[in-house]
């Protein structure tokens, strides 16, 4: 039976640095990646920051519509959660899911 890449986890790649290309967005859908997720901003937290850079970097990032992407392998973002929080509540965003934005389901 086929899966339904809609359901599927491995549906969406986030490209490393958001590098890739045809030969890269074929090999990935040979296992089942079947679409590429590119995001708008970014913490900047791939590496180890200070609180005060990701924060910056988050109030870039943080816009109506953007997909950002944040690292949760580092301390600092867990530090920032409550500032974080007021941030997307005082430019009233509303955090969702890949599969709210997308009207898709992977459960």
Same mark, same amino acid.
């Given at each position: 039976?086929?899966?339904?890449?809609?359901?599927?986890?491995? $549906?969406?790649?986030?490209?490393? !640095?958001?590098?890739?290309?045809?030969?890269?967005?074929?090999?990935?859908? $040979?296992?089942?990646?079947?679409?590429?997720?590119?995001? !708008?901003? $970014?913490?900047?937290?791939? +590496?180890? #920051?200070?609180? !005060?850079?990701?924060?910056?970097?988050?109030?870039?990032?943080?816009?109506?519509?953007?997909?950002?992407?944040?690292?949760?392998?580092?301390? +600092?973002? +867990?530090?920032?959660?409550? !500032?974080?929080?007021?941030?997307?509540?005082?430019?009233?965003?509303?955090?969702? +899911? #890949?599969?709210?934005?997308?009207?898709? $389901?992977?459960?």
């Amino acid at each position: 039976m086929k899966t339904d890449p809609r359901r599927d986890w491995r $549906s969406y790649l986030c490209a490393p !640095q958001g590098h890739h290309d045809d030969r890269v967005d074929d090999l990935a859908a $040979s296992v089942g990646f079947t679409k590429i997720l590119m995001w !708008q901003g $970014s913490f900047e937290d791939a +590496t180890l #920051v200070p609180q !005060q850079a990701l924060l910056a970097a988050a109030r870039t990032a943080l816009l109506p519509g953007s997909i950002v992407l944040g690292h949760g392998n580092h301390p +600092t973002v +867990t530090h920032l959660f409550g !500032q974080l929080q007021e941030l997307i509540t005082q430019r009233r965003l509303d955090p969702v +899911t #890949v599969d709210e934005l997308l009207g898709t $389901s992977r459960c």
